[in-house]
């Protein structure tokens, strides 16, 4: 089992900027990609970014150039600094963590998901 703590939501005006944390804990585990989703009231969930172990990162078309993933391999931690913000990414933020976990001998895939924090940005 893998756990996932989110924290750094909160109110913001437009134009400000917020950073959220995400940190995994648990059993053995192994994890690939880490990423961010959101959803707003109404909406499905979406991609915001997301960053494998290497490095590589991947972002939605309407983050890129304001919000960055970051991530500490060895705290198994993801940041997602949220820069110049707007009202429209007002949504709740889900950390997600895609890999393997040992369970007895075997290595099992897992796709785990935060609690969720809340972010909201006033105009």
């Known amino acids: 089992q893998v756990q996932l703590v989110e924290s750094g939501g909160g109110l913001v005006q437009a134009g400000g900027s917020l950073r959220l944390s995400c940190a995994a804990s648990?059993?053995?585990?192994?994890?690939?990609?880490m990423g961010w989703y959101r959803q707003a009231p109404g909406k499905q969930r979406e991609l915001v970014a997301a960053?494998?172990?290497?490095?590589?990162?991947n972002y939605a078309d309407s983050v890129k150039g304001r919000f960055t993933v970051s991530r500490d391999n060895a705290r198994n931690t993801v940041y997602l600094q949220m820069n110049s913000l707007k009202p429209e990414d007002t949504a709740v933020y889900y950390c997600?963590?895609?890999?393997?976990?040992?369970?007895?001998?075997?290595?099992?895939?897992?796709?785990?998901w935060g609690q969720g924090t809340q972010v909201t940005v006033s105009s």
């Open positions: 997600n963590a895609r890999g393997t976990v040992l369970t007895g001998p075997v290595w099992i895939p897992i796709n785990a």
């Open positions: 648990g059993s053995i585990f192994s994890i690939n990609v």
């Open positions: 960053i494998t172990s290497g490095g590589s990162t």
